[in-house]
């Protein structure tokens, strides 16, 4: 089994910052590509950011400059730091992981259930 649990969520003010991690457990032989997606109100979701295990990482063109993505390859963990955030950076972010399973060397990705985020005054 292989769990992806996000965290960090929460209501914030329109121009504060957020940081969400990520972390992954279970069987996992190696801890591959890890993905930042949101899915605001009546929308589909979106690709955020994305980081490798060798720590190149990837923005959404709509993120740059505000977001950054990191991780610790030593926690199995991977980070989202959110800043200057806007109402319109309301919704859902949800994590996924890119794993090869212990044991059976199964390739999977793997997807967290989300942790709210609500940007509001």
């Known amino acids: 089994q292989v769990q992806v649990v996000e965290s960090g969520g929460g209501l914030v003010q329109p121009g504060n910052s957020l940081r969400l991690s990520c972390v992954v457990s279970?069987?996992?032989?190696?801890?591959?590509?890890m993905e930042w997606y949101r899915q605001a109100p009546g929308k589909q979701r979106e690709f955020i950011a994305s980081v490798t295990e060798g720590y190149a990482t990837r923005l959404a063109n709509t993120m740059k400059g505000r977001f950054s993505v990191s991780r610790d390859n030593a926690k199995n963990t991977a980070y989202l730091q959110m800043n200057t955030l806007s109402p319109e950076d309301t919704g859902v972010y949800y994590c996924n992981a890119d794993v090869i399973k212990l044991v059976t060397y199964r390739r999977g990705t793997y997807w967290g259930q989300g942790t709210q985020v609500t940007v509001s005054s």
């Open positions: 279970g069987d996992i032989h190696r801890l591959l590509t």
